[in-house]
């Protein structure tokens, strides 16, 4: 289901960019299974988010370019302050698929 029309003015208040992986720690304390993430985004600098994304390898997340709310106020998960929301759509069985910008994507860039 769809939700309601929002003018162009409520989608400009959400701030996206594009940011890449820079490190992925496990996280044992969250509720949910969860990795702490650090996020690098140029010159806005680096942020953490407990993402549940743990279908993806540490391995396959290091270096990956990713699509990031940047403008929500943090969140303490289980005791870790989540500054960012890392964006992504569940597949047929549930599992977060992240969402990737094309390669030549500047870190940093602004989504619109």
């Excluded at 003018?7 to 820079?22: A, H, L, N, Q």
């Excluded at 391995?59 to 929301?85: Q, T």
Aim: hydrophobic share 40%; charged share 25%.
């Amino acid at each position: 289901m769809l939700k309601p029309e929002i003018t162009y003015d409520d989608f400009s208040k959400v701030e996206m960019r594009v940011g890449k992986i820079v490190e992925v720690q496990p996280f044992p304390r969250a509720r949910n299974p969860s990795y702490k993430v650090r996020v690098d985004f140029g010159d806005g600098g680096e942020r953490w988010s407990s993402a549940q994304i743990t279908n993806y390898s540490e391995a396959e997340l290091l270096g990956r370019l990713v699509v990031c709310v940047v403008n929500m106020p943090p969140r303490n998960i289980a005791g870790f302050k989540s500054e960012i929301l890392v964006m992504g759509a569940p597949d047929a069985q549930g599992r977060t698929m992240l969402l990737q910008p094309d390669a030549g994507a500047v870190v940093g860039s602004e989504i619109f």
